[in-house]
């Protein structure tokens, strides 16, 4: 019982042996005190320890609790990652800094669906203390206003990872790209690459005076795309063990690969890296990574980063010479 996560414990470890937690669960509960003021003073500690201004790496996931009603902010029938399913539920989504054996929570926003923008939700907007200035915002796009965020804030960190809702989004790491922000994103095995850099671009005015003149970039080649999923046996692709984690067990070590490929990332021809890891030889996990300017696979690296929200499974990074 005292490993349980009550206020009744968590007052008994940091006030007093015989604290009951009323005070703490009322401080939490009714006083009025900003959680974007705390978290931004965590952000703030992070930055003036100077072990961890290198090496830290960004998480950005959301996690879900499950509701008896529509009555909480957010509340509505969406997916619950943490039961698999469709159910009345309240989703955040939220920014986490690991490094090491440290890891913590730095920013979240609540999802709001859409319906709770309409007409009909004003009063419930108001009663539950929504902010008037709110507008809906996909969860994507909630993770991009963090990232930037702690960004400008100067909160070190050196990379991204996230899972596939995210990381199958051309959107987002054309955003992260662009931004100059390394990432590891989870994609879902259906995601298409071409093994081959294709010729991409506006395709040429028709020759006929009257023929309607494209505006849009395509893929102006013969190549075709594959599904990532028909990759993971290639002969072309070799694995090296490489050590996750320390276990109970001992240390854990998957067989990582890793090939050059490219994509269409929202409307642009992106060059990226095919992550491959063969999760306890069972099944296989991909990502994408941010190829950068004059990269090889010798210097691009991978490593596990231990997914601190309730949930989430999927393989971070860190930049280090691991496949080199």
Same mark, same amino acid.
Request: with cysteine; charged share 25%; glycine share 8%.
């Given at each position: 019982?005292?490993?349980?996560?009550?206020?009744?414990?968590?007052?008994?470890?940091?006030?007093?042996?015989?604290?009951?937690?009323?005070?703490?669960?009322?401080?939490?509960?009714?006083?009025?005190?900003?959680?974007?003021?705390?978290?931004?003073?965590?952000?703030?500690?992070?930055?003036?320890?100077?072990?961890?201004?290198?090496?830290?790496?960004?998480?950005?996931?959301?996690?879900?609790?499950?509701?008896?009603?529509?009555?909480?902010?957010?509340?509505?029938?969406?997916?619950?990652?943490?039961?698999?399913?469709?159910?009345?539920?309240?989703?955040?989504?939220?920014?986490?800094?690991?490094?090491?054996?440290?890891?913590?929570?730095?920013?979240?926003?609540?999802?709001?669906?859409?319906?709770?923008?309409?007409?009909?939700?004003?009063?419930?907007?108001?009663?539950?203390?929504?902010?008037?200035?709110?507008?809906?915002?996909?969860?994507?796009?909630?993770?991009?206003?963090?990232?930037?965020?702690?960004?400008?804030?100067? #909160?070190?960190?050196?990379? =991204? $990872?996230?899972?596939? @809702?995210?990381? %199958?989004?051309?959107?987002?790491? /054309?955003?992260?790209?662009?931004?100059?922000?390394?990432?590891?994103?989870?994609?879902?095995?259906?995601?298409?690459?071409?093994?081959?850099?294709?010729?991409?671009?506006?395709?040429?005015?028709?020759?006929?005076?009257?023929?309607?003149?494209?505006?849009?970039?395509?893929?102006?080649?013969?190549?075709?795309?594959?599904?990532?999923?028909?990759?993971?046996?290639?002969?072309?692709?070799?694995?090296?063990?490489?050590?996750?984690?320390?276990?109970?067990?001992?240390?854990?070590?998957?067989?990582?690969?890793?090939?050059?490929?490219?994509? #269409?990332?929202?409307?642009? =021809? $992106?060059?990226?890296? @095919?992550?491959? %890891?063969?999760?306890?030889?069972? /099944?296989?996990?991909?990502?994408?990574?941010?190829?950068?300017?004059?990269?090889?696979?010798?210097?691009?690296?991978?490593?596990?980063?231990?997914?601190?929200?309730?949930?989430?499974?999927?393989?971070?990074?860190?930049?280090?010479?691991?496949?080199?």
């Amino acid at each position: 019982m005292e490993t349980q996560r009550t206020f009744a414990n968590m007052a008994r470890r940091l006030i007093a042996p015989d604290a009951d937690g009323q005070n703490l669960q009322q401080f939490m509960s009714d006083s009025p005190w900003s959680a974007a003021a705390v978290l931004a003073q965590v952000r703030g500690k992070i930055a003036a320890t100077p072990a961890l201004r290198t090496g830290g790496v960004l998480l950005l996931d959301e996690s879900a609790d499950e509701k008896a009603g529509a009555k909480s902010a957010g509340a509505g029938r969406q997916h619950n990652g943490r039961l698999g399913k469709i159910e009345m539920s309240q989703v955040g989504t939220f920014l986490a800094f690991y490094k090491g054996n440290v890891w913590t929570w730095v920013d979240g926003e609540l999802f709001l669906p859409e319906h709770w923008f309409t007409p009909a939700m004003v009063q419930q907007r108001q009663r539950l203390g929504v902010p008037a200035e709110r507008q809906f915002s996909t969860k994507i796009e909630l993770g991009w206003q963090m990232i930037q965020r702690v960004k400008a804030e100067g #909160l070190p960190f050196e990379a =991204l $990872a996230c899972d596939d @809702l995210y990381g %199958r989004s051309g959107w987002l790491r /054309r955003q992260l790209a662009q931004a100059g922000i390394v990432y590891m994103a989870e994609i879902p095995e259906s995601t298409q690459v071409y093994l081959t850099r294709p010729v991409f671009g506006v395709p040429p005015a028709p020759a006929q005076p009257h023929g309607r003149q494209a505006s849009r970039a395509r893929v102006l080649s013969a190549e075709q795309p594959v599904e990532v999923r028909q990759l993971v046996r290639d002969a072309d692709l070799t694995f090296r063990r490489i050590s996750v984690r320390p276990t109970e067990r001992g240390v854990l070590d998957d067989p990582f690969a890793m090939r050059r490929v490219w994509t #269409l990332r929202d409307g642009e =021809l $992106a060059e990226e890296w @095919l992550v491959v %890891r063969h999760e306890n030889e069972q /099944r296989y996990t991909l990502c994408l990574e941010q190829c950068r300017c004059g990269q090889s696979a010798r210097t691009a690296g991978l490593a596990e980063v231990h997914p601190p929200l309730r949930g989430t499974q999927y393989p971070g990074c860190q930049v280090a010479n691991r496949l080199g």
